[in-house]
């Protein structure tokens, strides 16, 4: 079952921040179609966040097909992302660990390093970051 965090410099409202908590989850193979999402209030009680907050998330996952609530049991994944096989993505998480080992090494701290990663990826995806 996913795990939410909420993280007040992402820039992202936390509605945002679970609804893309999801969908990466999706993406990276960490929950499938079935799989059930945390109930309301066990994520109420976890973030210290309005119950709204996590139903207008929920309500945006269901809008995109992503979801399905039912009523008095939960809500539960109906939909899969195209995803990379587990096997593929192993290598690489432990090649960015080292990267990221890497980065604190030469005295870069969170926001640098997720500054960097962020200013690459732009340049990679062909956007102009000047």
């Known amino acids: 079952m996913i795990q939410f965090h909420l993280d007040a410099r992402s820039g992202l409202s936390p509605y945002q921040q679970l609804v893309q908590q999801v969908r990466h989850a999706l ?8 799989d059930q999402l945390p109930k309301v209030k066990d994520v109420v009680a976890d973030l210290a966040i309005n119950p709204n907050t996590v139903l207008k ?10 979801v399905a609530a039912r009523p008095g049991v939960g809500t539960f994944v109906t939909a899969s992302a195209p ?10 998480r432990q090649d ?10 030469a005295g870069l701290d969170d ?20």
């Not at 926001?111 to 000047?130: K, M, P, Y």
């Open 111 to 130: 926001e640098s390093i997720e500054a960097l990663f962020a200013a690459t990826f732009r340049t990679e995806a062909g956007e102009d970051i000047a």
């Open 27 to 34: 993406r990276l193979g960490l929950i499938r179609e079935g």
């Open 57 to 66: 998330a929920y309500r945006e996952l269901e809008h995109t097909g992503l």
């Open 83 to 92: 995803g990379v096989p587990l096997a593929t993505l192993a290598p690489l």
């Open 96 to 105: 960015l660990r080292r990267w990221l080992a890497k980065a604190r090494r």
